[in-house]
């Protein structure tokens, strides 16, 4: 029996030391992608600078491939996708995979944008178990 085939697509937002994830559908665009994030946002307006008011505040990036004597390559791998023009493209016509982690940045004060500030959990990160007495 083939495997069940579905549409939903599970991305991760990854900005200073929070995440967010949300499920959408592989139709969904860029911007709308943008849009929906604004209100999972709120409640971590507390650890927040300043907290977006629309989509044109957040920019989004993503993991790339360090490519060997790239000199524009970034030193921790991101890329900007807002550069690319892919606002109006759908997660589909992307082909992202069913899992995404997205990197997020906000707007400065000033009106621009930097790279993203985020912090990953390493897996392995946990404290050692005490030996027993």
Same mark, same amino acid.
């Given at each position: 029996?083939?495997?069940?085939?579905?549409?939903?697509?599970?991305?991760?937002?990854?900005?200073?030391?929070? /995440?967010?994830? *949300?499920?959408?559908? =592989? =139709?969904?665009?860029?911007? +709308?992608?943008?849009?929906? $994030?604004?209100? /999972? $946002?709120?409640?971590?307006?507390?650890? *927040?600078?300043?907290?977006?008011?629309? /989509? =044109? &505040?957040?920019?989004?990036?993503?993991?790339? +491939?360090?490519?060997?004597?790239?000199?524009? +390559?970034? !030193? &921790?791998?991101?890329?900007?996708?807002?550069?690319?023009?892919?606002?109006?493209?759908?997660? /589909?016509? *992307? +082909?992202?995979?069913?899992?995404?982690? $997205?990197?997020? =940045?906000?707007?400065?004060? &000033?009106?621009?944008?930097?790279?993203?500030?985020?912090?990953?959990?390493?897996?392995? &990160?946990?404290? !050692?178990?005490?030996?027993?007495?």
């Amino acid at each position: 029996m083939p495997p069940k085939q579905s549409n939903i697509h599970h991305v991760t937002f990854h900005f200073n030391k929070s /995440a967010v994830l *949300l499920s959408v559908a =592989s =139709s969904t665009s860029i911007s +709308s992608l943008k849009t929906q $994030l604004l209100p /999972a $946002l709120k409640p971590l307006s507390s650890t *927040l600078s300043s907290l977006p008011t629309s /989509a =044109s &505040d957040i920019q989004l990036w993503e993991t790339k +491939s360090l490519v060997e004597g790239d000199e524009s +390559s970034s !030193p &921790d791998g991101v890329r900007n996708l807002e550069g690319d023009g892919i606002g109006s493209k759908t997660i /589909a016509q *992307l +082909s992202w995979g069913r899992w995404k982690t $997205l990197f997020v =940045s906000f707007r400065n004060t &000033d009106g621009t944008f930097s790279e993203p500030v985020y912090t990953i959990p390493d897996v392995e &990160d946990e404290e !050692p178990d005490e030996p027993e007495s």
